[in-house]
C-alpha cells in the first residue's frame, strides 16, 4: 500500500474525477449508486451517473460510474480515478480500469494483482456489514451502502446529505432507512480509523445543481407524453423503454385522471408484441387520440410494415425508440445510436418519417410534447430517437418546460366546417403545403365519411392504380415532410468565428462531444459545432456542412448513419463530411472524440 | 287521387332507408359467399337502425377484407394491413367508446398471419363485431389452402390438405369470448339475426361465416363449398331477434324457447331444433363444437353468449366520455402541476 498523497501526481482534484463502482446485479447496488449521485446533487455538485449493467437478473457483474465536474461536463470518461472493486469476478480488470495516480478500494477477501502507480486500499467490508447490520438475512440488502461509507469518508461527501439522500432512495421507509443509514455511518467511522486521510479527489460544496432537477431520463419522456396530452399508449415490454411506458402509467394516475369522475382521460394498453402497440396506436390516431407506443431496435423492425401504413394513409402516431445496441439481439443494455436509418426510411417502399433526437432529459420533454402537435399537424407517424444512456440514466438536468404553445390537433374539419364545403377529399392538398385535412369516424355528417386503405388511393381516398395518381401522391408526401421541416425542432448551432472545423453531434453523443470541443479548443484546434435535433435536417445544417472544410459526425453506430444522411443531403459536399462511430454500447466516451478527431485533424 | 301510393322504401326509426346502409359496387366474383354477407350487414344495421355515422369499419388484407366498401359509405373506414386488424380496432374502440366498431377478416388474415392478434382481441373482450368470413382458402393469390381448411379437403388441384383445421369458434370459447357464433352464407335468415344480436351485445361478437369461394374451393372434395356446408349445417336453435326498441311479445310456449337479453335491453329468443341447447352454458358450447367435428357437421347459431362479461373498456375504467371527446385543455396538466413536478426532482 502506498503512502498518503502519492497519488497525487497533479495536485487536488476537487470536483474534477471519475468514480467506478464494480459490484453483482440484482443485489441492490442501484440503490447504493443512486444514494452516491443524490448526495452529489443535493451538495450542488455538477456529476453524471452510469449504469453499465448486464442483461440479467442477478449475478452477472455491473458497474456505475459517476463524473464529478465542477465545469459541468457530464459526458461518459473512459479512464476513473476512484474505483471500487465490489465484485471479485471482475477485480482484476477493474484494477486495469485504474487512471495512473488512482485509488482503489477492494475487499480484502479478493486476491488483487500487483499494479504500480495507483493506490490499493483494502477494506474488509463483510466485517463492517456484519457489524452494522445485526440481522444477516438483511446484510444482502444494505452490503452495497458498505462502499457508499467508505467512499462518503474518503472524497468528503456531506453526511447529512448522504442521509437526506437515503431518505429519498428508500422514500422515508424507516427500517430501510435506519439499517442503510447505519451501514454506511459504520462504513465512514471504518474509513476515518483505518485508512489515511485522501486529499487529491475531493468533492466541495458549490452551486452548479441550483434550480436543477434530478431525473431518469425515461420518466421526463413519460412526462413529456403526459403534458403532451397523450390519450392512448401502447407497448411491449423491451428493455431499456419499459421504465418510460410504466413511468406513463405512474404520471398519468396522478395527473390525468378526469376531477369530476376520476374515471381516465386516457387508456394504457400491454400489448401482445409491438406490432399489436403500434396498430393500436394507428387506430387510436384514426380515430383521433393522440396516440403513442415505446419501443427499442427489435420492436421497430416489427413495425415496420405499420410505420408505412401510417405515413402513407396520414395517420398520426408517435414512437418513442429508446435504443439499444444491435443488430439482432445486440447488447440489449448497451446504448446506441444505431436506429436511425431505420427510423428515417423504416417500411418498405418510399417512406420517409421525421425523427427528433433529445439530448438531454427536459429536451426529451419538450421533444415529446412537440411530437404529439407534430404528428398530427404533418398527419404522420414520427419517431423520438431517444437512447438508452438518456433512458435508463439519471441526470441532473435543466427544470421540465411548461409548454407555450397550445394542443395542436392539425387540419381536423368539424361538422361545421364540413357542412360549410361544396365538396372535399381527403388527400387534397388544399393549402399548396401538402398537408390536407381529415375528419375523423364518427362525426355525425354523411359527407365527412371516408374508406382510407393502405393500397393505392387518389386525392378523394378512392381506390387507384393510376400510375400519374400514384406518382403525384408520393411525390406530395415527400413535400409534406421536406416543405414543412420548419415545424421540426431546429439546430443549435455555435459559430466558431471563422473555423475550417465543423463538429456534428446529435442525442446524448452532445455530451460528450460537446466536451471534447472544448477541450480541442484549449489546445489550439477551433472548431464549430452543430447539434442536430431532427431529421429531415433543414437550411442551417446544409448550410453549416457547406460553411466548413472539414466536418466531424460524432455518432453511437459503426456506419454513421447520420453522417450518411448528411452525405444524401448535401452530395455536393459529401466529401467533407467524416463519421466518428462508436459501437461499444458504452455511454460515448470523450476520449473516444478526443482520440480521433485529434488523429483526423493530423493527417490533414 | 293516387289510390296505389307509390311503395316508398322502408325507413327504420331513424328514418333512414336500406340504401342509406349501402356501399360501393362489390368486385368480387359472382356467386361469392362474401357479398351474402355483405347484404346481410346492410340489412341488420338497417333493422337495428344503426347510424352509419357511429360506425368504424376495419379490414386487413385478402377478399373478405375488401368488403367493407361495399356497405355502409356513409361510416369510416380503415383498409389496413394484413392480420393486423385486431390491433387497429382496438386502438380504434378505445379511442372512441362510442362508435360501433365492425372488423371484416378472412381464414387467411383471422386464422394464419392475424392468429396473435385475433385471440388477443377476444382475450380483452374489445366491445366490436369481429366477421371472419371463412372460405378455406387464399382467394386473391388464387387459391392455397389456409389454416381453417379441413383435414383432408381437397383443392380443385387435386392437392388434399394435411393439417388439422383451426376451429375458430372453438378457440374463442376456450379463449373467455363473450359472443360467438357460426354461420353459413347460405342461411341469410340466420345471419341477419346474429348480426343483430351482435349489435346489440357488448364486447367482442365473433362470427365465423362459412362463405364458399365459388372459384377455388367450391368443387367436389372441398369441405367449404355451398353444396356441402348445406348439406352438413347443423343450426343448434333457430334465432328470433327481438329489437329493444320493438314491443317484446309476451306469449311463448312454456319450456320451448330459452331467452336471453342483450346489453342494450334487446332480447334474443332461441328455439331448439333438436335437443336443448344453452348458449350460456360454455363448456356444453365447446362439448357440442368437438361432437359435431366428429360428426363432420357443421354447428351454426349464437354458440355462446355472456352478457355480464365485462368489455375492454370498462377494464379500461373508461368513463362515459369517449377519449377523443375530452376538450384539448383538459389533456394537458396546469402549469402549477408541472412546477409541483419540477420541485419535487429538485429536492434530489
Redesign the interface.
Known sequence: MEEEGSAAGSGPRVNDFSVQVATVNGTGSQSANLVLLRTLFRMGIMASGKNLFPSNIAGLPTWFTIRVSGDGWIGSRRDHEVVVAFNRDTVTEDLEAVAEGGIVYVDDKFETPQREGITVHRVPFTAIVRDACPEARLRKLVANMAYVGVLAQQLGLDMNEVEAAIGAQFENKPKAVDLNLATVRAASAWAAENLPSQNVFRVERGTATKGKILIEGNRAGAYGAVFGGVQVAAWYPITPSSSLAEALIEQLGQLRLNPDTGKASYAVVQAEDELAALGMVIGAGWAGARAMTATSGPGISLMAEFAGLAHFTETPAVVVDVQRMGPSTGLPTRTSQGDVLSLALLSHGDTMHPVLFPAGPDEYFSMMVEAFDIAARLQTIIFVAADLDLGMNWWIAEPLAYPEAPIDQGKVLSVEEIERLTEWGRYRDVDGDGIPYRTLPGTPDPRAAVFIRGSGHDENARYSEDAGNNIKLLERLRRKLLDNVGLLPSPTVDEGGGAKVGIVAYGTSHWATAEARDILGREGLAASYLRIRSWPFDQRVLDFVARHERVYVVEQNRDGQLAQLLTVAVPEHAARVRSIGYCGGLPLPVEVVLESIREQEREV | MATGAEKKPQENRIGLTIA?YKGGKSTLCGGCGHDVITNAIIRAFHEMAV????V???SGIGCSSKT??YFL?????????HG?M???????????G??QVIGVSGDGDTASIGM??FV?LLRRNVPMIYIVENNGVYGLTKGQFSATADLGSKLKTGVVNELPPVDLCGLAIELGASFVARSFAGDVKQLVGILEAAIAHRGTALIDVISPCVTFNNHPGSTKSYDYAKDHEAPVHQIEFVPFFDHPMVEQEPGQVREVQMYDGSVVRFRPVEEDYDPRDRHGAWHHLKEAAVRSEILTGILYVDEKKPDFLQI?????????D?P??????S?A???A??AS????
Request: aromatic residues 4%.
Open positions: 342509406d347510424e352509419p355515422e357511429k368504424a369499419k376495419l367493407p366498401t359509405d356513409r361510416a369510416h373506414g380503415f383498409n389496413g394491413v393486423r385486431p390491433a387497429m380496432a382496438t386502438g380504434a374502440a378505445i379511442a372512441n362510442r362508435l396473435g392478434q388477443h379500461l375504467d373508461l368513463g362515459e366520455t369517449p377519449l377523443v375530452f384539448v385543455d383538459k389533456l394537458r396538466p402549469r402541476a408541472l412546477d413536478v419540477n426532482l429538485m429536492e434530489g
